[in-house]
């Protein structure tokens, strides 16, 4: 099936710096998803993209959907502690029925003090 | 807050007991799903709903059935659990912000000894 590839596997950086965490895919998408996971809860949703060059904010972080729409990255700016957590792309297929998406396997944030 | 909750949230069992995982949200969303997140792999689609009584398979679903009798509640079974299914189940819902966007529930963890 259809798999996602998902880069930095884990990122360790001092509070402060930028980070930035993308997706690619081998196929063409019509929606790309950021979430974030914490320690024992479930992910939550961050940005969400639908069109090719969108570029969307949330707070620190910002998300694009690539030109080729087979790839995304999610920045995150000034990192603080909290932004400690696992940051995982997903995806719908283009052409891709009853909203199923595919996800990559994540990236672990470690953020020092 | 999508509404979502999942029941249990922890349990163990001995391999070969049936197992019911419960999902339920308040909201009316008309798709729910169930995956599974295990080290290495990401999310799973197990099996999704996309209506009372309406099911279908999803990437790993051999050894669960489903069942989704009212809206709001979407029910995973193990018949008979193995040490493989021991993972952490999330159940999810697309929202009404988006068809595309999926919020996703705590989290059930499973383990089978």
């Known amino acids: 099936g259809q798999q996602l590839n998902q880069s930095p596997q884990s990122m360790f950086i001092q509070e402060g710096e930028d980070v930035s965490t993308n997706c690619t895919s081998s196929?063409?998408?019509?929606?790309w998803l950021w979430y974030k996971q914490e320690p024992g809860e479930g992910p939550v949703l961050l940005i969400a993209?639908?069109?090719?060059?969108e570029l969307t904010s949330n707070g620190r972080l910002t998300a694009q959907f690539g030109i080729t729409r087979k790839d995304s990255f999610l920045n995150i700016s000034a990192s603080i502690p909290s932004d400690v957590g696992i940051y995982f792309c997903a995806g719908q297929e283009s052409g891709g029925s009853n909203y199923k998406l595919t996800f990559g396997k994540g990236t672990l944030l470690t953020v020092n003090p | 807050d999508a509404g979502i909750t999942q029941s249990p949230r922890h349990k163990v069992t001995e391999t070969g007991t049936p197992v019911t995982l419960r999902c339920h949200q308040t909201?009316?969303?008309?798709?729910m799903y169930w995956y599974r997140q295990d080290p290495g792999h990401g999310l799973r689609l197990i099996h999704y709903s996309y209506g009372v009584k309406d099911t279908d398979k999803g990437e790993v679903s051999d050894g669960y059935s489903v069942s989704r009798s009212k809206t709001e509640d979407f029910l995973l079974t193990l018949e008979s659990a193995t040490s493989s299914q021991t993972s952490v189940y999330f159940c999810?819902?697309?929202?009404?912000?988006?068809?595309?966007?999926?919020?996703f529930g705590p989290g059930t963890r499973l383990t089978v000894l």
């Open positions: 196929s063409i998408f019509n929606t």
């Open positions: 993209l639908y069109k090719a060059g």
């Open positions: 909201e009316n969303h008309r798709y």
């Open positions: 999810a819902i697309t929202g009404l912000a988006g068809d595309r966007e999926q919020f």
